[in-house]
């Protein structure tokens, strides 16, 4: 019996989640632009097409637990009070000798790092080091970086938007695009944000 229990989880469809911060439809355009100017020096890399957004939390874990995240979710989403977010320049991670990630700085980033701590908690893992970003080009190799990181080096991208909502996505662990699971909107938001503004395909980590 142990050992046919083991077998059904195993052919159970695994899901990769993702749950996102988008930072609204002209931070979204810029960044777009600025993925263009990228792939212009490159050519396509892996996160030409993926949609600006913040990652929060990114799990993977068979559908039937679905609702019980959506329930945590949701619990903290009431919880939860909008807030004003800033950017302010590019910058870039290292990931070993071969490989940059580069993106957009968050300025404040304490409300992206006190909800996330809310997230984790909900599923007691305890928080680790988060840096709340928008990514422009991710895991480029190091002579790619290179050749275009003069675009960004020292210059810097003030904008701002207000953050009422995030939304959980998922996509088949065994690859494809990601989908729109559910928009949680915070507590003290009246109005619920429009999601077909966004096309949640594109979205990558």
Known sequence: MHTNNNIAFEQETLYDYLLVVSPGTNITNDVTALKKLVAQE??????????AHISLFRSVFPARFQDDFIHLLDDVAKKQSGFTLYTSKFDHFEHGPDKRTIYINVANPKPLVELHKKVLQEFDIKPASFKPHITIARAISTPEFDKVYDHFYNQVFVRSFQCKSFSLLRKPASGGSYELVKEFVFGDEAVLQDATLFNYANYAA
């Open 42 to 51: 490159l050519g396509m890399y892996g996160s030409r097409f993926s949609k």
